[in-house]
Structure formats: structure tokens, C-alpha cells
């Protein structure tokens, strides 16, 4: 039975990185969410008889629950393959993984300890391929975290947010997506913690055109008169053993009542998850009136849908090998 929803397809068919995203994509994967989030009954057999598979190397609660619970939401199927204890490759050549998942599934979600495992997959893969959280990214993070202030603030005209903390993954897909949507973010990270060069690189030029703004400091000053202050794990996984140093570097970064303050009285407090009270955040700020973190957790789930919804529901298998558009080429990998 033919489905009754049509959504326009995403010019990429992946997306591994917010670099293939327009900004017109991005606030129409919004939009999309915006209204399933209204009305998440109109969805209920968008994506009937489709399935998607997750491919997890790492620990996971809101990006692995949020798939597959919003993949039932929308009349689909989620299958989980745990990799915590073989990496993807390992027992079989990744382009035969994807060569074979192929077949029987519409969609390929990977989360993993090496983006260049990700794309890989889409390399070899005819149907899309998501980047569920990599080494160098976390796309859907991002784009929850802009939906959630959109939905907060009712625009992200002239919205201005501060990264404090590790530049990492999911710090630059917020540079990326701030880039694309014409927001100024300041990231404030301690020095040998700052964001990839590459990635500064490829932003500022996407940021100029679009009226955003790039701001990389280690001053903890430079989060004044900003409308939320961000901040993620000091140590992210895979990176245990420098638990210890990490926390003494990244101490004088802590997100305290005072830093909440000092951005200004209206600021809300954003984190991905897991968070670690009394160290990259003091437990009165997380736990105050003005962190909206669970919004970002419950948000994740929208906007996957949001993806899915226009990655599977009006294109779904059709695309070929050779069809198969991607930028992979053009996204820059992390330099030690």
C-alpha cells in the first residue's frame, strides 16, 4: 500500500557530517520535526515496513534508545547489532558488511570509534548511511541541540551560544551547524583542547557567507551576553586513561553559577549527556530551572525522525552506486 506522505529528499543521500546539509535542509528537517513533535499520531505508519540497523562500538542511552524507539513511532523497525566487543571490520571486510546490510534494510546507522569506519560504509553502501557519533562528529546531536534552542528562543535569528569545554566531536558539529545557520558561537576550550584546525578551517568561509560568527579562545570571560552555555564531557570515550590529567586542565572550566551569570540573566544551560556533576558542571546549574537538558535528550528522537523521514520516505533504496551523492571527500579529518 502506497504511503500518503511525501518529503522532500535530502540532497545527500548520508549524512555523516552537517557539512552536506544546506541551511534550507536544515530548517526543513526543523520544521518536519517541529510537526511530528505536534502531532506524532499523523506519523504512525510514515515508514511501515521499513528498517533501519544500528551498528554500535560504543556505550549509548538516549542516541540508541531515541532510534529505535522513534523508528516504532513512525511504523518501522530498528535492529541492533552490538560491536562493543568486535569493531566493524574485524570479522569481515566493512565493504561486505555494507554490501549485505543492503539488502535486507533501508538505512544503516553507525556509531563508532573511528569516522573513517563510517565512511566506509557509505562508500560501499547503496542505501543511506547515518553517522550516529564518531571520532570527529556527532551530526545528530547538533542538529537536536539547534532544534531545541530554536524551539526555546522561537528563532535562531541573532542567537549567539558558548561552547566551554573539550573541542570535541560534538563541538564541531555546533561550529559546523552554527556555520550553516548563520549563528555566532564562541567556543572556549584550554589550550592543546582547542577544535580541530581543519574544522575551523572549513566553517569560517561557511559562517561569512551565512552572517554566523567563529569565535576560539581559552578565555572563560568570552561567554558574556551569550544565550546558552554548552558543555560536554572532559573525557569522552576512549579516552579513560587521561581521565586524571584531564580533570586538572579542565577544572578553571567548569560551568558554574557564576559562568551562567557572567553569559547573562536569560542564558540556558545545555549538555549532551552523560554529564558528571561537579566537574565540567556544578549540579546547581544542570539541575536549575535554566538547563534544558532533557529537552536536548527528548529532541534527539524528533529530529532522527525528522532524517529519517526524508532520507527513507521518498527515496528509500532507489538510489544507485553510481547515484549515490556524497561529500565525504571535501570533510577534513582530525590531525594530531
Known amino acids: 500500500m502506497p504511503t500518503p506522505f511525501s518529503f522532500q529528499p535530502l540532497a545527500e543521500n548520508d549524512l555523516l557530517s552537517l557539512a552536506s546539509l544546506s541551511q534550507q535542509e536544515m530548517t526543513m528537517l526543523f520544521e518536519t520535526a517541529a510537526d511530528f513533535k505536534r502531532r506524532p499520531q499523523e506519523y504512525r505508519s510514515a515508514l511501515a515496513g521499513q528498517t533501519i540497523v544500528l551498528l554500535f562500538e560504543k556505550d549509548s542511552l538516549r542516541t540508541l534508545v531515541s532510534f529505535e524507539v522513534g523508528m516504532a513511532k513512525l511504523g518501522g523497525t530498528a535492529v541492533y547489532l552490538d560491536h562493543r566487543t568486535n569493531r566493524i571490520g574485524e570479522r569481515e571486510p566493512i565493504r561486505d558488511y555494507a554490501k549485505n546490510l543492503e539488502r535486507w534494510t533501508e538505512a544503516i546507522v553507525a556509531r563508532t570509534y573511528e569516522h573513517a569506519t563510517i565512511e566506509h560504509l557509505a562508500q ?5 548511511v547515518i553517522n550516529a557519533l564518531s571520532n570527529l562528529y556527532h551530526p545528530c546531536q547538533a542538529l537536536a541541540d539547534y532544534f531545541t534552542l530554536r524551539d526555546h528562543f522561537g528563532s535562531l535569528d541573532g542567537l549567539r551560544i558558548a561552547y566551554v569545554g573539550d573541542g570535541n566531536n560534538v563541538c564541531h558539529s555546533l561550529i559546523i551547524g552554527a556555520a550553516k545557520l548563520g549563528i555566532s558561537i564562541t567556543v572556549v576550550s584550554p589550550k592543546g583542547y582547542q577544535s580541530s584546525h581543519e574544522i ?36 569522552s570515550m576512549g579516552q579513560e586513561s587521561e581521565a586524571k590529567k584531564r580533570r586538572q586542565v579542565f577544572m578553571p572550566y567548569q560551568v558554574t553559577h ?5 553569559a547573562g540573566s536569560d542564558a540556558v544551560f545545555m549538555h549532551c549527556l552523560p554529564a558528571h556533576r561537579g566537574e565540567e558542571v556544578a549540579a546547581e546549574v544542570i539541575d536549575s530551572d535554566r538547563s534544558i537538558v532533557y529537552d536536548q535528550a527528548e529532541n534527539r528522537m524528533h529530529v532522527q525522525n525528522a532524517l529519517l523521514l526524508h532520507l527513507l520516505g521518498p527515496r528509500g533504496k532507489t538510489a544507485s552506486a553510481s547515484g549515490k551523492r556524497r561529500t565525504a571527500a571535501a570533510i577534513p579529518q582530525i590531525t594530531s
Open 200 to 235: 575551523i578551517k572549513l566553517a569560517q568561509p561557511i559562517a561569512k557567507q551565512s552572517g554566523g560568527s567563529i569565535v576560539v579562545c581559552d578565555d572563560l570571560d568570552a561567554v558574556e551576553d551569550h544565550h546558552a552555555v554548552y558543555t560536554d564531557t572532559w573525557a
Open 258 to 262: 557564576e559562568v551562567m551569570k557572567r
Open 124 to 128: 560501499h553502501a547503496r542505501i543511506p
